[in-house]
């Protein structure tokens, strides 16, 4: 079984950065991809940031400059380091991970997100 447990979120004013956490655990062989979404109330969620295991990176286009992800394979761990935050960044934001455990071969699993709050 595997979990993806968040961490960092919580509330900030405009221009404030925060850095969140996801780590995963359980019976991994190893991961590919890792990203995060962010879903806002009323809207679709969305692809914010994704990292390869070999480090290549991606990100949507409202959080280029402004949203560095990162990864820690030992530790089997994603960050986000938000910068520069906006009220429009307010979401849950939501870890991804594609993991390849001694059961299953590679599957998505999703984190249950954490809250983002930009004040104006």
């Known amino acids: 079984q595997v979990q993806l447990v968040e961490s960092g979120g919580g509330l900030v004013q405009a221009g404030g950065s925060l850095r969140l956490s996801c780590a995963a655990s359980?019976?991994?062989?190893?991961?590919?991809?890792m990203g995060w979404y962010r879903q806002a109330p009323g809207k679709q969620r969305e692809l914010v940031a994704a990292?390869?295991?070999?480090?290549?990176?991606n990100y949507a286009g409202s959080v280029k400059g402004r949203f560095t992800i990162s990864r820690d394979n030992a530790k089997n761990t994603v960050y986000l380091q938000m910068n520069s935050l906006k009220p429009e960044d307010t979401a849950v934001y939501y870890c991804n991970a594609e993991i390849y455990t001694i059961v299953v071969p590679y599957m998505n699993y999703w984190g249950k997100g954490t809250l983002v709050t930009v004040s104006s």
């Open positions: 359980g019976s991994i062989v190893s991961i590919n991809a």
């Open positions: 990292i390869t295991s070999g480090g290549s990176t």
